[in-house]
């Protein structure tokens, strides 16, 4: 007997305990019970239901918009104490449509029918759009809290502001943000009067541009509402401008949180790397790019920017040659075991490429992977299963034999059929042929490339003669690429040994073979697991003879240890290579209803729609407590240096006169030299031979015929010495060549400037657009770049002056004109890198705007000279922090006094010699914020590998 919608609740309500404890849930009888509930507004039984199945309700296999529905109800209802019911009663389509809302896509969609033109809003109609602007405040989904708002400001006539005063308290919003609606409301009603005093009071700012009429246009924007657009330069606290923001709190990431990592390959583009990594620069996350060029990026200098920011790190080890072992495993396992030593509990690490981006900001990230409801989801696991989950366990215990078959038939007959046999799709989302058209077989004498493919032209793949590429993933670990010729070249596929073959099939037939995909989100669990994990050295060699080998190794042993839970793959299926505005809706759907976190293959265009709507989505989800700008001077082409500590004509100048002695690589044959500035090398018996320096380059013709002409470039250090290292083979045929040591305690030092950042000169340029942000260190580094070459940023841009600077101090305020629109900012310091120094602001508060008179004129330049380095600083590095302390004589100690190695001053830095893990470094970018220097720059762990460096003044 069917029942009623009544009578299915009052069921439901008298065994209501029972039937929220039972396990398992029926989803049909749930979704039942839930629309029956629904349609006579039972909203406290939804509530009670969704809370007592919070732990599973969201993994059923039912609609999302019952699940949303669920989950909304529930927060309505208890946000306003149960008051919502009140105003529940008639039916409405759009107000159900916003409370089944799976998106913040769908919920935009649903307020398009809450004001209807021409008709004013009832009282009820105002609190059910007031509940809808609470439902968003609480999802986090700043665009619907913000266009809620704006439709309760063009809907509610004078005779709806108490209803709108209740409903706004009734669902425990901010105060602040009612008052500024109520002031827009009645500025609505004031209509061209009210228009006429604004645009008055922005005239006579212009005009006079004083701190008089500055507070002029300040008050009458609060008095009218309108301070939401002067949020970037008013004088207000951190909670107002939040709630008059129409942003939601931040989902900030607090330093006591699971941290997340960010681990991003990059290959060019310094103003597209540096607009990418602003959307991943919160607080207390760690931000690390790994360089995978194909040789040094022209434009490193820019991207060295990047380092500014805190946290953030770049690494560049050997060369890195695409669908080869070490695309991934050569740079990507050294950060794993950085991460795994450096956080614990349920810390993540997210591998993301440099055409990724962002569908939320990383506080919302942090907050989705630490609820269960969100982990329950196995649909951001998956990952196809290989060998098992294709062929049955006879054709996997026997692939050796029929791989070896199918190549024979193919050179030895011209034959194919053994192939075509073995490769056909068993999964039925891919064509069956899917695998057979992605193969690629020689039968030529020479090696030729594989053309013709648009997604194989970034590089080039080879196959040797007589053989064949089988990219499709899983008969290729039975294959092998590898890297010939020379580091960074073409990606050559070419067969196994036979006995290798049955090697790699002897391990790989014991796991769980899964193809994944490089770019995934691992937890620390994960990362313990596999780095002390004494089999993955086995797992490691065999997936690494073949195409793209960290696309099995990282999901297999994954599936295998049942660590599916803790390795997750967050990318939204979709690959944009075009700006198709039509693809927002889906995508931001999936961010919502299914938990993705990165979208990829996104186009490189500053002005994509979709890449916009996501930008502004991250500066929403970093909240509006506080707001920064960033006002960079002009580029200077003749202070920008190579960021790379390398043999420059200005270190050759301190060597010259320095004693050294020559070696052998042995540490035999030892004579102490000097080098001489006429030229001469001079030994203690005389002459040695001859130098001569041009370019990075110094060349000694030794008088002793063993030794001959050699030339240095490289260098090494340890804690006692510099070492230049000869550019040749060396071994016994060269007698073991010759090797040049300086005591590092004989380099002479050299008083002066460290850095001079003349933030006066970049406030008053103007001739670049402030750029401002919620998020302190996305404002700077953005600020450096060109955005017509980047990505879009978490970031506004308007033209920006300087009005007058006062101060003393610590305490430095800027009157500014930002968008013609008046600004009271702090200076809080300056920042320089690639020959451009950026002066670094926020926005004031009510305090400051009292203090300004009083202040005096100031012209801020900050300066650190080599007197104000001895002390304690943090040397910061992707694998740990430490505490160094510098010493005026040069000295570089740990806290124990232990020496660890020496610093000398450089034009615009500091070089670093002999500390382990950088060895030979350099300073190239310097901030300073709130009176502590931050110095970045790029050492040398070993003479063919980088990696950036920061040194933080405690």
Same mark, same amino acid.
């Given at each position: 007997?069917?029942?009623?919608?009544?009578?299915?609740?009052?069921?439901?309500?008298?065994?209501?305990?029972?039937?929220?404890?039972?396990?398992?849930?029926?989803?049909?009888?749930?979704? =039942?019970?839930?629309?029956?509930?629904?349609?006579?507004?039972?909203?406290?039984?939804? $509530?009670?239901?969704?809370?007592?199945?919070?732990?599973?309700?969201?993994?059923?296999?039912?609609?999302?918009?019952?699940?949303?529905?669920?989950?909304?109800?529930?927060?309505?209802?208890?946000?306003?104490?149960?008051?919502?019911?009140?105003?529940?009663?008639?039916?409405?389509?759009?107000?159900?449509?916003?409370?089944?809302?799976?998106?913040?896509?769908?919920?935009?969609?649903?307020?398009?029918?809450?004001?209807?033109?021409?008709?004013?809003?009832?009282?009820?109609?105002?609190?059910?759009?007031?509940?809808?602007?609470?439902?968003?405040?609480?999802?986090?989904?700043?665009?619907?809290?913000? #266009?809620?708002?704006?439709?309760?400001?063009?809907?509610?006539?004078?005779?709806?502001?108490?209803?709108?005063?209740?409903?706004?308290?009734?669902?425990?919003?901010?105060?602040?943000?009612? %008052?500024?609606?109520?002031?827009?409301?009645?500025?609505?009603?004031?209509?061209?009067?009210?228009?006429?005093?604004?645009?008055?009071?922005?005239?006579?700012?212009?005009?006079?541009?004083?701190?008089?009429?500055?507070?002029?246009?300040?008050?009458?924007?609060?008095?009218?509402?309108?301070?939401?657009?002067?949020?970037?330069?008013?004088?207000?606290?951190?909670?107002?401008?939040?709630?008059?923001?129409?942003?939601?709190?931040?989902?900030?990431?607090?330093?006591?949180?699971? /941290?997340?990592?960010?681990?991003?390959?990059?290959?060019?583009?310094?103003?597209?790397?540096?607009?990418?990594?602003?959307?991943?620069?919160?607080?207390?996350?760690?931000?690390?790019?790994?360089?995978?060029?194909?040789?040094?990026?022209?434009?490193?200098?820019?991207?060295?920017?990047?380092?500014?920011?805190?946290?953030?790190?770049?690494?560049?080890?050997?060369?890195?040659?695409?669908?080869?072992?070490?695309?991934?495993?050569?740079?990507?396992?050294?950060?794993?075991?950085?991460?795994?030593?450096?956080?614990?509990?349920?810390?993540?690490?997210?591998?993301?490429?440099?055409?990724?981006?962002?569908?939320?900001?990383?506080?919302?990230?942090?907050?989705?992977?630490?609820?269960?409801?969100?982990?329950?989801?196995?649909?951001?696991?998956?990952?196809?299963?290989?060998?098992?989950?294709?062929?049955?366990?006879?054709?996997?215990?026997?692939?050796?034999?029929?791989?070896?078959?199918?190549?024979?038939?193919?050179?030895?007959?011209?034959?194919?059929?053994?192939?075509?046999?073995?490769?056909?799709?068993?999964?039925?989302?891919?064509?069956?042929?899917?695998?057979?058209?992605?193969?690629?077989?020689?039968?030529?004498?020479?090696?030729?490339?594989?053309?013709?493919?648009?997604?194989?032209?970034?590089? %080039?793949?080879?196959?040797?003669?007589?053989?064949?590429?089988?990219?499709?993933?899983?008969?290729?670990?039975?294959?092998?690429?590898?890297?010939?010729? =020379?580091?960074?070249?073409?990606?050559?596929?070419?067969? #196994?040994?036979?006995?290798?073959?049955?090697?790699?099939?002897?391990?790989?037939?014991?796991?769980?073979?899964?193809?994944?995909?490089?770019?995934?989100?691992?937890?620390?669990?994960?990362?313990?697991?596999?780095?002390?994990?004494?089999?993955?050295?086995?797992?490691?060699?065999?997936?690494?003879?073949?195409?793209?080998?960290?696309?099995?190794?990282?999901?297999?042993?994954?599936?295998?240890?049942?660590?599916?839970?803790?390795?997750?793959?967050?990318? $939204?299926?979709?690959?944009?290579?075009?700006?198709?505005?039509?693809?927002?809706?889906?995508?931001?759907?999936?961010?919502?209803?299914?938990?993705?976190?990165?979208?990829?293959?996104?186009?490189?265009?500053?002005?994509?729609?979709?890449?916009?709507?996501?930008?502004?989505?991250?500066?929403?989800?970093?909240?509006?407590?506080?707001?920064?700008?960033?006002?960079?001077?002009?580029?200077?082409? $003749?202070?920008?240096?190579?960021?790379?500590?390398?043999?420059?004509?200005?270190?050759?100048?301190?060597?010259?006169?320095?004693?050294?002695?020559?070696?052998?690589?042995?540490?035999?044959?030892?004579?102490?030299?000097?080098?001489?500035?006429?030229?001469?090398?001079?030994?203690?018996?005389?002459?040695?031979?001859?130098?001569?320096?041009?370019?990075?380059?110094?060349?000694?013709?030794?008088?002793?015929?063993?030794?001959?002409?050699?030339?240095?470039?490289?260098?090494?250090?340890?804690?006692?010495?510099?070492?230049?290292?000869?550019?040749?083979?060396?071994?016994?045929?060269?007698?073991?060549?010759?090797?040049?040591?300086?005591?590092?305690?004989?380099?002479?030092?050299?008083?002066?400037?460290?850095?001079?950042?003349?933030?006066?000169?970049?406030?008053?340029?103007?001739?670049?657009?402030?750029?401002?942000?919620?998020?302190?260190?996305?404002?700077?580094?953005?600020?450096?770049?060109?955005?017509?070459?980047?990505?879009?940023? !978490?970031?506004?841009?308007?033209?920006?002056?300087?009005?007058?600077?006062?101060? %003393?101090?610590?305490?430095?305020?800027?009157?500014?004109?930002?968008?013609?629109?008046?600004?009271?900012?702090?200076?809080?310091? $300056?920042?320089?890198?690639?020959?451009?120094?950026?002066?670094?602001?926020?926005?004031?508060?009510?305090?400051?705007?009292?203090?300004?008179?009083?202040?005096?004129?100031?012209? !801020?330049?900050?300066?650190?000279?080599?007197?104000?380095? /001895?002390?304690?600083?943090?040397?910061?590095?992707?694998?740990?922090?430490?505490?160094?302390?510098?010493?005026?004589?040069?000295?570089?100690?740990?806290?124990?006094?232990?020496?660890?190695?020496?610093?000398?001053?450089?034009?615009?830095?500091?070089?670093?010699?002999?500390?382990?893990?950088?060895?030979?470094?350099?300073?190239?970018?310097?901030?300073?914020?709130?009176?502590?220097?931050?110095?970045?720059?790029?050492?040398?762990?070993?003479?063919?590998?980088?990696?950036?460096?920061?040194?933080?003044?405690?």
């Amino acid at each position: 007997m069917s029942l009623d919608a009544r009578s299915v609740c009052v069921r439901i309500e008298e065994r209501l305990a029972e039937y929220v404890g039972h396990r398992p849930v029926d989803p049909a009888v749930l979704r =039942t019970v839930i629309r029956a509930a629904y349609s006579i507004r039972h909203f406290g039984l939804i $509530a009670a239901i969704g809370e007592g199945l919070d732990d599973v309700y969201w993994g059923l296999p039912i609609d999302r918009e019952t699940v949303s529905l669920i989950h909304h109800v529930g927060i309505v209802w208890r946000s306003s104490g149960g008051g919502v019911t009140l105003y529940a009663g008639a039916p409405d389509g759009w107000w159900t449509a916003a409370l089944e809302a799976k998106s913040e896509a769908r919920l935009l969609r649903a307020l398009d029918g809450a004001v209807r033109p021409g008709r004013d809003l009832d009282d009820v109609e105002i609190v059910r759009l007031v509940s809808i602007v609470a439902l968003a405040g609480a999802l986090g989904w700043s665009a619907g809290f913000r #266009h809620g708002q704006r439709l309760l400001v063009a809907g509610v006539p004078e005779s709806g502001v108490a209803a709108l005063d209740h409903g706004w308290v009734m669902f425990g919003l901010p105060g602040k943000g009612l %008052t500024s609606l109520g002031a827009q409301v009645r500025r609505g009603i004031e209509g061209a009067a009210a228009e006429r005093d604004w645009g008055h009071a922005l005239a006579a700012f212009g005009d006079a541009a004083d701190m008089a009429s500055a507070s002029a246009v300040w008050d009458l924007a609060g008095a009218q509402g309108r301070l939401s657009v002067l949020l970037g330069g008013a004088p207000l606290d951190g909670v107002d401008r939040a709630a008059l923001a129409g942003r939601v709190t931040a989902a900030a990431v607090p330093a006591a949180a699971d /941290p997340v990592w960010i681990y991003m390959t990059w290959r060019e583009g310094a103003d597209r790397l540096i607009g990418l990594a602003a959307c991943y620069l919160e607080t207390n996350t760690r931000f690390v790019v790994s360089i995978g060029a194909e040789g040094r990026p022209a434009d490193l200098a820019l991207a060295s920017a990047l380092l500014l920011a805190d946290r953030a790190h770049m690494i560049a080890r050997p060369v890195v040659t695409w669908g080869g072992p070490k695309l991934l495993f050569q740079n990507l396992l050294p950060v794993m075991a950085a991460f795994h030593a450096r956080t614990g509990g349920k810390a993540w690490l997210s591998v993301v490429c440099d055409c990724s981006f962002p569908l939320h900001g990383l506080g919302r990230f942090v907050d989705r992977l630490s609820d269960s409801r969100v982990m329950a989801r196995a649909g951001i696991r998956l990952a196809p299963q290989y060998w098992h989950g294709e062929w049955d366990a006879a054709t996997v215990e026997d692939l050796p034999a029929l791989f070896g078959d199918a190549m024979a038939e193919l050179f030895e007959t011209g034959g194919a059929q053994k192939l075509v046999g073995l490769v056909g799709s068993h999964y039925p989302q891919l064509p069956k042929d899917f695998r057979l058209n992605a193969s690629f077989i020689n039968f030529g004498h020479t090696s030729r490339s594989i053309t013709g493919i648009k997604s194989l032209d970034a590089q %080039t793949y080879s196959v040797s003669p007589y053989d064949a590429d089988f990219r499709w993933m899983s008969l290729t670990r039975l294959s092998q690429f590898v890297d010939t010729a =020379t580091e960074g070249g073409p990606t050559y596929a070419r067969s #196994h040994h036979p006995w290798m073959v049955r090697w790699i099939h002897s391990v790989l037939k014991t796991q769980d073979l899964h193809a994944g995909d490089p770019f995934f989100t691992a937890s620390h669990a994960y990362a313990e697991r596999l780095l002390t994990d004494p089999e993955r050295f086995a797992l490691f060699a065999a997936t690494g003879g073949g195409m793209g080998p960290e696309m099995t190794f990282f999901d297999t042993y994954a599936y295998t240890h049942g660590l599916q839970a803790d390795f997750l793959h967050l990318f $939204a299926p979709y690959r944009l290579s075009v700006a198709e505005g039509e693809a927002i809706d889906p995508i931001i759907e999936d961010a919502d209803a299914s938990d993705y976190q990165f979208v990829r293959k996104v186009p490189m265009d500053p002005n994509d729609e979709l890449l916009n709507f996501l930008s502004r989505r991250v500066i929403d989800d970093s909240g509006w407590a506080a707001f920064h700008w960033v006002a960079a001077g002009p580029r200077d082409a $003749a202070a920008t240096a190579d960021p790379l500590p390398v043999l420059d004509d200005e270190l050759m100048a301190v060597l010259v006169g320095t004693p050294f002695t020559v070696r052998d690589l042995l540490d035999r044959h030892r004579r102490v030299a000097i080098l001489e500035a006429d030229g001469r090398v001079r030994g203690l018996e005389g002459s040695l031979g001859e130098w001569h320096y041009q370019a990075g380059w110094l060349t000694i013709r030794f008088h002793d015929p063993r030794l001959g002409e050699k030339r240095y470039c490289g260098m090494g250090a340890n804690r006692d010495r510099l070492t230049l290292v000869p550019d040749e083979i060396v071994d016994v045929q060269n007698g073991w060549s010759a090797f040049l040591d300086f005591p590092l305690a004989r380099i002479p030092q050299a008083s002066g400037p460290v850095a001079t950042l003349d933030a006066a000169a970049a406030l008053a340029d103007g001739a670049r657009p402030w750029v401002g942000s919620p998020m302190a260190d996305s404002a700077m580094i953005a600020a450096f770049i060109d955005f017509e070459r980047s990505t879009p940023t !978490p970031t506004f841009r308007h033209p920006g002056r300087a009005i007058g600077i006062r101060g %003393t101090g610590g305490h430095m305020l800027v009157l500014a004109a930002i968008a013609d629109r008046p600004a009271l900012l702090r200076l809080h310091g $300056a920042a320089a890198a690639d020959g451009r120094t950026a002066a670094l602001l926020s926005v004031g508060d009510a305090a400051d705007r009292a203090a300004w008179d009083a202040l005096p004129a100031a012209r !801020p330049v900050f300066a650190l000279h080599t007197d104000d380095l /001895p002390g304690r600083w943090r040397l910061e590095t992707v694998e740990a922090d430490r505490t160094v302390n510098l010493h005026g004589d040069g000295r570089i100690t740990d806290e124990a006094g232990d020496l660890l190695g020496h610093w000398r001053r450089a034009s615009g830095g500091l070089r670093l010699f002999g500390i382990e893990g950088l060895r030979i470094a350099l300073t190239t970018q310097a901030r300073v914020r709130d009176g502590r220097w931050r110095l970045t720059g790029w050492g040398n762990p070993t003479m063919r590998e980088q990696q950036s460096f920061a040194l933080a003044q405690l």
